[in-house]
């Protein structure tokens, strides 16, 4: 929380911005959580003017709906659940196609509803979101780091003899100078899969991961029934998954160890591999298939 405090004028401004009203959200809670976000940027009071300039190029909305959950307002969280649930659900399937990761998103909205108590208060990992990115953007971060948390307490406490366990902080600053050839051996490999998939497949995961359109919407599109949609999803990620994985060790003579940290470069460095820009092409390719085919709620 900064030391010192945000002017109640702009304080005002900003909730209005946000449109904070809308959640009932009392003044104080996000007063509160534009000082912390200052807080975290500002080691000192600063300019008011560079105050100003910081907190009003935050994603205000997405901080108010965020502090509304926090404390509990059932507007705010049915509309929380409604919207970035399945965005959320999503990234998951994109960590792991295998299902592994749906857990872990199942698991966040508990830290996010705040079950866990500290000094007797309900305490929700919503206070940690301060705005400098959008909600979406931060929720498929906390999930990647959960997932990569995982791994490596995975991989300390099965795969390696308790007195050989390496310094997993060092072990990640050591594979550093590799994260940028690593990522972009993994955007090429993952270009070149796309590109060998049938022309429905890509169709399905354009419609899907660079229009947002939900499983039933495909379904009309493609006249197929709303799980026939889930499953060839299912199988269209499991077949990158393969040909990347082959990409890499045919062409890259890469090692089982080398792909796996190919596939973690890609989720610590969250966004590095943004599959709805990587689907540009589709949205090209497929354009003629779109039109005749575009379901009800579709952008052109």
């Given at each position: 929380?900064?030391?010192?405090?945000?002017p109640d004028a702009l304080v005002a401004r900003l909730y209005e911005t946000a449109r904070a009203d809308r959640w009932a959200l009392p003044v104080a809670p996000f007063a509160a959580a534009l000082e912390r976000s200052a807080g975290n940027t500002f080691a000192a009071e600063p300019d008011p003017r560079a105050l100003e300039r910081h907190l009003t190029s935050l994603h205000l909305e997405d901080l108010?709906?965020?502090?509304?959950?926090?404390?509990?307002?059932?507007?705010?969280?049915?509309?929380?659940?409604?919207?970035?649930?399945?965005?959320?659900y999503k990234a998951?399937?994109?960590?792991?196609?295998?299902?592994?990761?749906?857990?872990?998103?199942?698991?966040?909205?508990g830290e996010l509803f705040g079950l866990a108590e500290r000094d007797g208060a309900r305490r929700s990992l919503f206070?940690?979101?301060?705005?400098?990115?959008?909600?979406?953007?931060?929720?498929?971060?906390?999930?990647a780091q959960r997932h990569v948390d995982r791994v490596r307490s995975a991989r300390r406490f099965e795969e390696l003899p308790a007195e050989e366990a390496p310094d997993l902080a060092r072990a990640s600053v050591a594979h550093q100078p590799h994260a940028a050839r690593y990522v972009e051996l993994m955007r090429r490999a993952v270009v070149a899969a796309v590109a060998r998939l049938t022309p429905k497949d890509r169709l399905r995961l354009g419609y899907y991961y660079a229009h947002d359109l939900t499983l039933a919407q495909i379904g009309r599109a493609l006249k197929e029934h709303e799980a026939t949609v889930s499953r060839n999803l299912a199988r269209a990620r499991r077949d990158i998954r393969r040909d990347v994985e082959r990409q890499l060790r045919d062409r890259e003579r890469m090692s089982p160890s080398?792909?796996?940290?190919?596939?973690?470069?890609?989720?610590?460095?969250?966004?590095?591999?943004?599959?709805?820009?990587?689907l540009g092409g589709v949205r090209k390719k497929s354009q003629e298939d779109r039109s005749k085919e575009r379901p009800e709620g579709a952008s052109a």
């Open positions: 929380m900064a030391s010192w405090r945000i108010a709906l965020a502090c509304a959950c926090a404390a509990g307002h059932e507007s705010a969280w049915e509309h929380f659940v409604r919207e970035h649930r399945p965005l959320l998951a399937a994109a960590i792991d196609p295998t299902g592994g990761s749906r857990e872990l998103a199942d698991s966040l909205y206070e940690y979101f301060h705005g400098r990115s959008t909600l979406s953007t931060w929720l498929r971060a906390v999930l080398e792909i796996e940290e190919c596939f973690a470069a890609v989720v610590e460095d969250v966004g590095s591999l943004d599959v709805a820009d990587l």
